[in-house]
Nanobody
Framework: VQLQASGGGLVQPGGSLRLSCVAS????????MGWYRQAPGKQRELVAGITSGGSINYATSVKGRFTLSRDNANNTVYLQMNSLKPEDTAVYYC?????????????WGQGTEVTVSS
């Protein structure tokens, strides 16, 4: 399984960016895809995740500003980030967790950097 992330960049406060992540390889029916981020000097944290059934979980800090969606046919997730703040600056990592019976498999994409600065 490979995760290919794209869409990071430099944006001014209040601006928007959209991240995309495409999963390829052996993708199981039951899975969770999403995004984590890691700011300098901080631990990696969940931004948002979406199950294969469409249930979404957001970090409190991004609720109302970020929207996560997925295209199951293409194994792709999108993170629309609006009203960006300097504190959203981080490396964003795509994540896939999938299940087959009792077995759990987790994969990470390469990070994509998001910088919010004037």
């Amino acid at each position: 399984v490979q995760l290919q992330a794209s869409g990071g960049g430099l944006v001014q406060p209040g601006g928007s960016l959209r991240l995309s992540c495409v999963a390829s390889g052996s993708i199981f029916r039951i899975n969770v895809m999403g995004w984590y981020r890691q700011a300098p000097g901080k631990q990696r944290e969940l931004v948002a995740g979406i199950t294969s059934g469409g249930s979404i979980n957001y970090a409190t800090s991004v609720k109302g500003r970020f929207t996560l969606s997925r295209d199951n046919a293409n194994n792709t997730v999108y993170l629309q980030m609006n009203s960006l703040k300097p504190e959203d600056t981080a490396v964003y990592y795509c994540n896939l967790v999938q299940y087959k019976g009792v077995d759990r498999y987790e994969y990470w994409g390469q990070g994509t950097e998001v910088t919010v600065s004037s």
